[in-house]
């Protein structure tokens, strides 16, 4: 059947940062307008048409998106719902596994009580970065909790854990933390895969990235720190969020051009 209303839940992954593109809301586009675009092409959906709706902002936290998202995400009765949240919890000094957890499983009992299509994703794994993998003990824990949440509610998983093909870091921004272009068409791809949704796209060519010698990398990572990671531990230590005074892109339900 047709997906008639679709609403994404989330932070800068569901945004589309790291897609840019100056004539959408925000300035991004992303992996959930691709898979909207392609969603408001099917056929049977009737006089109503489609319509979609993108909550996601950027740097927000688990309890920050489930406070801020979900209600109004109810409100707008979907059959569709993605949601993408945690990461940026999981990139904190400390953090509380089991209560991001139970707080998660309870709004997704709501979601999925609203008889909504819910889908959930686990988190990346940082295993092939000297960056976060650190971190990757509690990203693992998390993700299995992940996995029995969407168990319990009858969620769609698509396992980002697993989707090897993200270990080339030509699908990733020059910050290291987000998708680029092509990593948020392949994202597309492999959540309308996980629906079940025939679809036409295709990966996007990849600019392929010289081989560095060792001077040329560390040069490389100093400018990377000096552009990226300095400002964001900066932004930890002061209490603000790259999502200051930034809008949900699509706070309402409305028709997406399945050309764009």
């Not at 998708?179 to 996007?204: T, W």
């Not at 603000?240 to 930034?246: A, F, L, T, W």
């Amino acid at each position: 059947m047709p997906f008639h209303r679709y609403v994404a839940l989330g932070d800068s992954f569901t945004e589309g940062v790291g897609d840019p593109d100056p004539t959408r809301p925000n300035g991004v586009r992303g992996w959930a307008d691709r898979v909207a675009e392609v969603l408001a092409t099917r056929p049977g959906l009737g006089s109503d048409g489609f319509g979609y709706a993108n909550l996601a902002i950027r740097g927000r936290r688990l309890q920050e998106i489930l406070d801020e998202q979900l209600d109004p995400a109810l409100a707008l009765g979907p059959d569709l719902v993605t949601v993408y949240a945690g990461a940026n919890d999981l990139m904190r000094p400390k953090v509380d596994i089991d209560n991001l957890a139970e707080v998660y499983d309870e709004a997704v009992g709501k979601l999925s009580g609203c008889g909504a299509l819910v889908v959930l994703f686990t988190a990346f794994d940082p295993g092939g970065s000297a960056v976060h993998r650190p971190f990757r003990g509690r990203w693992a824990l998390y993700n299995e909790a992940v996995r029995e949440i969407a168990d319990r509610h009858g969620a769609t998983l698509v396992d980002y854990w697993r989707m090897r093909e993200f270990r080339d870091w030509n699908l990733w921004s020059e910050d290291r933390l987000h998708m680029n272009s092509a990593g948020h068409q392949q994202m597309a791809i492999n959540v309308l895969d996980r629906l079940g949704v025939a679809h036409g796209l295709e990966p996007l060519p990849l600019a392929e990235k010289p081989a560095l010698s060792p001077r040329e990398l560390r040069r490389a990572n100093l400018v990377w720190a000096r552009t990226h990671a300095v400002p964001w531990i900066h932004r930890r230590l002061t209490g603000r969020s790259s999502g200051d005074g930034i809008s949900p892109k699509r706070p309402l339900l409305g028709p997406i051009d399945p050309l764009a």
